[in-house]
DNA sequence: TCTGGGGTCCTAGGACCC
DNA sequence: TCTGGGGTCCTAGGACCC
């Protein structure tokens, strides 16, 4: 993709058909939505999303954020104000978020010439090729279809750079006024709202580095934009004066779609904190045979495998133990047998009597494709040893497709029940997956 | 009692080589 | 003995994102 931003300015538009446009399509308040798509009752109240083991808040609606709930809340601070039912929970449910994400998004690609996705509730469009006036319009259409065919509010930003779709994107999600769009594709429209955006709403510029900031009187983002390169770089780093000339119309931050993750981590705390290694290693295998699938999944072998456990950081009055051990295998893999016998070594390094541990997961890294993995001279396992772990995987993966093991998960996400160990006691049914009757037995 | 999970990129510093 | 200086690789930690 080749972008100026001086044609912008200098030569209107005649160079316009050379100028990236992004569109950043971003759901709003997307866990809280997809609960209220299917239950209407939910609209219109303050309602919150929380997070694994009903642990904190990760969504709210408008009113939650009206009423001053943080993200990131611990659940059980809202006690009084979910008891007086002036707020509504729900325990998240990962899987109607990414079917519903999924509709999202293929409405979105069938729109636009491409597309990258960001995040499971946002992604940018490239309006290469769309004549100007047709953006706005063809985006309005986008917010409504998506709205009447999935039930999810969506609002999009255009602008020539992704930092700046960002700020725009804030703005149509603020303003009514917009009806979910907001143009920002020259200097003049985008410096007015820099001036009104508040330094720490900037896409890049995090919780540490805002009150710096701050402090050198930097307040909003035309604060930021009006000091001189050199300062952002002294005090930012490079990563600084990227976000610091995307905000000036100059695109710095690349399409790049990692096709392949280069680490994949799977952990979760427990509801009950785990005091003996044999439960434990269960937990582990678990960890190491998710990472295994995902590995398959994209396509990839994992040269590395690594373990890490943690005691409950706040309770200061037990003792504390982190372990992270990490080791590299012979050549790189991703049946799951070998992992998990990996994992499972990692752990039983690592194990200490006497603690409990809250949390742990498992990490692959160093990952390559899975055809292009080199068979390592002091490889401990036989070509024909591991292509037989590998069909047996391959074999695992088709049957955890076919319904087999889905429903067993599934069952276990009834209301209340946390037989993974996993706490949801707030959990709406998969109302938009084919199994979803299954669930409605209470 | 109860505080998520999964990623990326950058930088500084140590080890080692010539 | 002098203990320089550039390059590379690795690791840990920091910061950010959703």
New binding site residues.
């Given amino acids: 993709m080749v972008f100026c931003s001086a044609n912008l300015t200098n030569f209107g538009e005649t160079l316009a058909i050379f100028v990236t446009v992004y569109a950043l399509a971003d759901c709003n308040n997307f866990f809280v939505s997809c609960e209220r798509a299917f239950q209407p009752e939910l609209e219109g109240r303050a309602v919150v999303v929380l997070?694994?083991?009903d642990?904190?808040v990760?969504a709210r609606s408008n009113e939650a954020k009206a009423m001053d709930i943080a993200?990131?809340t611990?659940?059980?601070k809202l006690g009084k104000l979910v008891d007086s039912g002036r707020l509504l929970v729900r325990s998240s449910n990962y899987t109607l978020y990414g079917d519903l994400s999924h509709r999202v998004m293929n409405i979105l690609r069938e729109a636009v010439p491409d597309m990258e996705v960001?995040?499971?509730?946002?992604a940018f469009l490239n309006l290469e090729g769309i004549p100007r006036e047709q953006w706005v319009p063809l985006c309005r259409g986008l917010v409504k279809r998506i709205r009447q065919w999935v039930g999810i509010p969506v609002s999009i930003g255009i602008a020539p750079t992704k930092t700046l779709g960002?700020v725009a994107n804030h703005f149509a999600k603020k303003y009514p006024g917009y009806q979910g769009v907001c143009l920002a594709d020259t200097p003049d429209k985008w410096e007015k709202a820099l001036k009104l955006t508040p330094i720490g709403d900037?896409?890049?510029?995090?919780?540490?580095?805002?009150p710096k900031l701050q402090s050198s009187g930097v307040n909003t983002a035309a604060d930021f934009t009006a000091k001189p390169e050199a300062w952002v770089l002294k005090h930012m780093?490079?990563?600084g004066v990227r976000t610091w000339k995307e905000l000036q119309g100059i695109s710095c931050i690349e399409d790049?779609e990692?096709e392949r993750?280069?680490?994949?981590?799977?952990?979760?705390?427990f509801a009950e904190p785990i005091t003996t290694r044999d439960e434990l290693s269960l937990r582990i295998s678990d960890f190491a045979g998710i990472c295994a699938a995902?590995l398959r999944k994209d396509g990839s072998a994992a040269g590395e495998v690594a373990v890490f456990m943690q005691t409950?950081r706040?309770?200061s009055d037990l003792p504390q133990y982190y372990p992270f051990l990490r080791k590299r295998l012979p050549t790189a893999v991703n049946n799951t047998p070998e992992i998990v016998s990996a994992a499972l070594a990692l752990m039983d390094e690592a194990w200490k009597d006497g603690y409990a541990y809250?949390?742990a997961?498992v990490l692959v890294g160093e990952t390559v494709p899975e055809d292009e993995v080199q068979g390592a001279l002091f490889d401990s396992m036989s070509p024909e040893d591991r292509d037989r772990e590998n069909r047996i995987s391959a074999i695992m993966d088709k049957v955890n497709r076919s319904s087999g093991k889905t429903l067993l998960r599934v069952a276990t996400q009834r209301p209340g029940h946390y037989a993974d160990g996993i706490r949801r006691e707030h959990c709406s049914n998969l109302y938009s997956t084919d199994w979803s009757e299954l669930l409605t037995v209470k």
């Avoid at 896409?203 to 580095?209: A, C, K, L, T």
């Fill in positions: 997070s694994n083991n642990g904190c990760v993200m990131g611990p659940y059980f960001y995040s499971i509730d946002e960002k900037v896409w890049g510029i995090g919780w540490r580095s805002a780093g490079i990563t790049e990692p993750r280069q680490s994949i981590c799977t952990s979760r705390s995902k409950n706040f309770r809250k949390r997961g």
